[in-house]
């Protein structure tokens, strides 16, 4: 048995260390740089900075792992990777284009489509007179660059409170094609990431002057890129005890 999870374990983290690295070919390819940062962060940076201060209702959206450190619910197993863009703007070295990979936690209910451990890449551009066309300029090129030219990318209307107008993702099912199936829930696109331009909320707790910058933010989920990538129907399998898939990769 210890052979046989070993083998699963190489060949699930194979996978997904492939695809950042593909996914990090791409940004940089496109003038972005590499960062990265802890993941158990302090509600600083998980939460308060980002626009969510304590008993926000926003907070509800990241059912989180708390850490038995410090007082109660202040460190906690980060939600996602956006601390990390928190962390850069306190450098305070502007302008910035930069993508953050790295594993998250979420108390979330397993299905085709999510885990409770999950790997993300976050984008992160401050810059002068950035616009919304430059996200949008930008999640279209990623999305052809890294699945195919005829895969294309739709944003609707989102919420996030850290972005202001914010939007969610969504490319063209790889699996089906755009013609409907399980994965896409029979829609023929599948969400990939959220976006929008920072909030000037954000930018204020980090003390960048919003008059003079602005940007945008965007979080792909790693694990959901390489399920498109590869046409898996059910992103479960990754973490299956099925080493005859795994090996594939």
Same mark, same amino acid.
């Given at each position: 048995?210890?052979?046989?999870?070993?083998?699963?374990? !190489?060949?699930?983290?194979?996978?997904?260390?492939?695809? !950042?690295?593909?996914?990090?070919? +791409?940004?940089?390819? $496109?003038?972005?740089?590499?960062?990265?940062?802890?993941?158990?962060?302090? /509600?600083? =940076?998980?939460?308060?900075?980002?626009?969510? *201060?304590?008993? %926000?209702?926003?907070?509800?959206?990241? /059912?989180?792992?708390?850490?038995?450190?410090?007082?109660?619910?202040?460190?906690?197993?980060?939600?996602?990777?956006? *601390?990390?863009?928190?962390?850069? $703007?306190?450098?305070? %070295?502007?302008?910035?284009?930069?993508? $953050?990979?790295?594993?998250? =936690?979420?108390?979330?209910?397993?299905?085709?489509?999510?885990?409770?451990? &999950?790997?993300?890449?976050?984008?992160?551009?401050?810059?002068?007179?950035?616009?919304?066309?430059?996200?949008?300029?930008?999640?279209? @090129?990623?999305?052809?660059? &890294?699945?195919?030219?005829?895969?294309?990318?739709?944003?609707?209307?989102? =919420?996030?409170?850290? @972005?202001?107008?914010?939007?969610?993702?969504?490319? @063209?099912?790889?699996? #089906?094609?755009?013609?409907?199936?399980?994965? #896409?829930?029979?829609?023929?696109?599948?969400?990939?990431?959220?976006?929008?331009?920072?909030?000037?909320?954000?930018?204020?707790?980090?003390? +960048?002057?919003?008059?003079?910058?602005?940007?945008?933010?965007?979080?792909?989920?790693?694990?959901? #890129?390489?399920?498109?990538? %590869?046409?898996?129907? /059910?992103?479960?399998?990754?973490?299956?005890?099925?080493?005859?898939?795994?090996?594939?990769?």
């Amino acid at each position: 048995m210890g052979d046989v999870a070993s083998v699963i374990s !190489r060949g699930h983290l194979h996978l997904l260390d492939r695809t !950042r690295r593909e996914l990090e070919d +791409v940004f940089v390819a $496109m003038g972005f740089t590499v960062a990265e940062g802890p993941e158990a962060e302090t /509600d600083w =940076y998980n939460f308060e900075a980002l626009n969510m *201060p304590p008993a %926000h209702p926003a907070r509800s959206l990241w /059912d989180t792992f708390y850490l038995d450190l410090g007082q109660p619910e202040t460190v906690v197993l980060r939600t996602h990777t956006s *601390p990390v863009q928190i962390r850069l $703007m306190e450098l305070g %070295h502007l302008p910035i284009h930069a993508v $953050m990979p790295g594993r998250c =936690y979420r108390r979330e209910t397993p299905d085709a489509r999510h885990l409770v451990v &999950f790997h993300q890449l976050e984008g992160l551009v401050v810059d002068r007179e950035i616009t919304f066309a430059h996200l949008a300029g930008t999640v279209e @090129t990623f999305a052809n660059a &890294f699945f195919g030219a005829d895969i294309h990318t739709r944003l609707r209307p989102g =919420y996030f409170p850290f @972005t202001e107008p914010s939007a969610e993702v969504e490319v @063209t099912c790889t699996i #089906c094609r755009g013609a409907g199936c399980r994965t #896409c829930s029979h829609t023929g696109w599948v969400e990939l990431a959220g976006c929008g331009m920072v909030d000037p909320a954000v930018f204020a707790a980090v003390g +960048v002057d919003p008059e003079k910058w602005t940007g945008f933010a965007f979080g792909f989920g790693i694990d959901r #890129c390489a399920q498109m990538r %590869h046409g898996i129907a /059910d992103r479960g399998v990754l973490g299956d005890a099925d080493a005859r898939f795994l090996r594939q990769f």
